[in-house]
């Protein structure tokens, strides 16, 4: 049961992602976010920087994919490895995503004859913006690997990547899904930042999501958030983090869905009806107060910074860029009230 602090029953996750020593990204984003939305979290971290890249320089080291797997083991030969849901991030490489299908792999086969008892939260992070930033090799690894998840969160440019359908408006959105659904049978698939410019249209971006049904065929659904003018880090892991907890929230507060094969609502429940529904309108009120926040705070840092350099005969480029990645570093610590407590502006609409 949910404690009145809460929202979720008692969950054990296994994260998989990046982490960084200074900021929030990655693991150091999710971990944050889960535990203090109450969820027991252990971090598998496959990438140990000093900083996300967003700065143009970081140091440390990346994983190997041997070396997933033996933390994996070591869990497991401690019985360390009871887990009711699995998120996966940033993964290093094809071996390393290989890797960790397999992790997810053994988490579902023990929960085989108990439905509903392990979910596995996938964001195939590739690329953004119409440019992979992975090695080519990985986009046939995940190819392979989202038929075993349970709720993928690729962006839009991962989304045509892993469909093969170029996403120019509203109905190559539905064929995108709708590929997704059948070809991989993926229950569920929220894209973010979907940018589909409408004529005279205030600037925005759209998250779409959809459940199927029985028949592998789209419960699509739509909410649109305005676009803030900051470039942040971490807003995919962020969403990630957010999403597997109010997942789980909404499907816990819906008699007999959690034993149900992937949290999977009967053919009759209406797309604005979905528990992923739901839950993602919650993420993205969080989110947007956070990031709100974050951009206010950012630009009273950049306007110190000004008032530091104004009248030097020469700006240090490289010092401004530290400073702006540095300013924007999401403000996560002093808004917990924003990720406990959102309130709910952006509702979904049908498709």
């Known amino acids: 049961m949910p404690s009145e602090d809460f929202p979720v029953p008692e969950t054990n996750?296994?994260?998989?992602?990046?982490?960084?020593v200074y900021g929030y990204v990655g693991n150091t984003m999710a971990t944050f976010v889960m535990q203090s939305l109450g969820c027991e979290v252990a971090a598998l971290n496959t990438v140990q920087f000093s900083n996300h890249l967003g700065y143009g320089q970081a140091k440390g080291t990346r994983a190997t994919a041997q070396e997933i797997a033996d933390l994996y083991e070591g869990l497991r030969d401690s019985y360390l490895d009871q887990f009711?849901?699995?998120?996966?991030?940033y993964l290093p490489g094809a071996p390393s995503v290989e890797a960790v299908g397999a992790i997810a792999r053994d988490l579902k086969y023990k929960a085989t004859m108990k439905p509903g008892s392990f979910f596995w939260v996938l964001d195939p992070v590739m690329g953004d913006n119409g440019h992979l930033y992975v090695a080519e090799d990985v986009v046939p690894a995940y190819k392979h690997l989202i038929k075993d998840a349970d709720l993928i969160l690729p962006n839009q440019f991962e989304a045509e990547t892993l469909s093969g359908v170029k996403i120019v408006d509203m109905e190559t959105l539905k064929q995108a899904i709708t590929k997704l659904h059948e070809q991989y049978r993926i229950p569920h698939i929220l894209i973010t930042s979907i940018s589909l410019l409408e004529p005279g249209a205030v600037t925005s971006l759209s998250v779409v999501g959809s459940t199927f049904t029985s028949g592998a065929t789209p419960r699509m659904f739509r909410i649109q958030i305005p676009a803030i003018d900051c470039f942040f880090s971490g807003t995919g892991d962020m969403f990630a983090a957010l999403m597997l907890v109010r997942f789980r929230e909404a499907v816990y507060n819906t008699e007999g869905l959690m034993s149900k094969y992937a949290w999977v609502s009967d053919d009759n429940v209406e797309a604005l009806d979905l528990p992923l529904?739901?839950?993602?309108?919650?993420?993205?009120?969080?989110?947007?107060e956070v990031l709100t926040k974050t951009k206010e705070r950012r630009d009273t840092e950049m306007d110190k910074y000004n008032q530091?350099?104004?009248?030097?005969?020469?700006?240090?480029?490289?010092?401004?860029?530290?400073?702006?990645?540095?300013?924007?570093?999401?403000?996560?610590?002093r808004n917990l009230g924003a990720l406990r407590d959102p309130k709910i502006i952006f509702r979904a609409e049908d498709v």
């Open 13 to 20: 996750v296994l994260a998989v992602a990046s982490h960084v």
């Open 84 to 89: 009711d849901m699995m998120l996966s991030g």
């Open 277 to 288: 529904a739901r839950a993602t309108e919650k993420v993205l009120a969080s989110m947007h």
């Open 308 to 333: 530091r350099v104004k009248g030097a005969e020469e700006e240090d480029e490289k010092k401004l860029r530290l400073a702006k990645s540095k300013a924007a570093e999401v403000r996560l610590v």
